[in-house]
């Protein structure tokens, strides 16, 4: 069956430092992978997609993900952090048959910025 | 060009009671999905509308069901409320003529059952 864990519930990190978001998927092909970025009382907003090719994807507002088949991982990182940043992060696989889109999604990491 | 549009914004309802949420999909998409977020979690598939027709759906009881009209709008109704439908409902939409599984979320709906 289809899962996303997100091992990390609450991350820390002081303004300027790097950051780094775990997404562990369990799919039996190779799937469509999301990062999803909500606010407080907001929707989701798309950070970067993975479908196929090059396995580190460049997304908005500076951040980057790699897909690793053989760990089946695609971790979110950023190399400096904002203030603006804070929010909460959603991992999610989609389930890659036709013309079909159905997502999982973990349970979600936030982040909170120290100034 | 408006995004995906979701109302109303918040609901109080009681328990027993029946809802209904709406979505207007982004401009130039046909398909919509409904996701549940209870509160700390990660959104959970309810189901999703294709040519009016439901196509495909989660594990969800059959208290909840939906429509979608020839414009591409989404209803979600959910009847006999329980205290553990609070959540926050959000809505998706993709295009057939973009990557089907690109989608997009509306702000979605705040519902609290009391």
């Known amino acids: 069956a289809q899962s996303v864990t997100q091992p990390d519930i609450h991350i820390t990190v002081s303004e300027g430092a790097s950051l780094e978001l775990r997404c562990n998927y369990s799919y039996g092909a190779t799937p469509y992978l999301f990062w999803y970025v909500q606010s407080p009382g907001q929707g989701l907003q798309l950070l970067l997609k993975y479908f196929s090719g090059d396995t580190l994807v460049q997304g908005i507002k500076g951040f980057e993900a790699e897909f690793k088949r053989s760990q089946s991982s695609f971790n979110l990182r950023k190399p400096s952090v904002h203030w603006s940043d804070a929010a909460e992060y959603f991992c999610?696989?989609?389930?890659?048959?036709?013309?079909?889109?159905?997502?999982?999604f973990g349970s979600g990491t936030k982040l909170n910025v120290k100034p | 060009d408006a995004g995906v549009t979701q109302s109303p914004t918040h609901l109080i309802k009681t328990r027993g009671q029946q809802v209904t949420l709406r979505c207007s999909p982004k401009s130039g998409h046909d398909t919509v999905s409904w996701y549940q977020q209870a509160l700390g979690q990660g959104p959970q598939f309810i189901f999703q509308y294709y040519e009016e027709e439901e196509r495909q759906r989660g594990n969800f009881p059959d208290r909840f069901s939906g429509h979608q009209f020839p414009n591409y709008s989404s209803e979600l109704n959910v009847n006999a409320l329980l205290l553990g439908d609070s959540a926050l409902y959000l809505c998706?939409?993709?295009?057939?003529?973009?990557?089907?599984?690109?989608?997009?979320f509306g702000p979605g709906t705040r519902l609290t059952v009391t």
């Open positions: 999610a696989v989609g389930a890659r048959t036709h013309n079909f889109n159905k997502f999982y």
């Open positions: 998706a939409s993709s295009g057939a003529s973009g990557p089907a599984y690109e989608q997009y």
